[in-house]
């Protein structure tokens, strides 16, 4: 599996102590979108996936969605004129 990003979807919002610990892990992007919260994070491999999951459900987190989204497009670079 090629690393991609992946949208997680989850009820409601994240308390300050949740988002200290997922925000432990540097890779990932939360974005609070009343009602829910979107996390993203790039995703290596199945194992990371899957260990995601499961941090979601040992922090109580109601996962609504996950889905794999199309990776940010960089803007074109403007070159430098002297």
């Keep these: 599996m090629a690393e991609r990003t992946y949208e997680f979807r989850v009820s409601g919002e994240l308390s300050e102590r949740i988002c200290d610990i997922v925000g432990d892990f540097s890779e990932m992007r939360i974005i609070t979108a009343p009602p829910e919260t979107l996390i993203y994070s790039r995703v290596p491999d199945v194992m990371h996936l899957h260990g ?3 941090l979601c ?3 109580g987190l109601r996962i609504v969605s996950v889905q794999q989204v199309p990776e940010p497009q960089r803007a074109p670079q403007v070159p430098k004129t002297s």
């Design 52 to 54: 995601i999951l499961r």
């Design 57 to 59: 459900e040992d922090l």
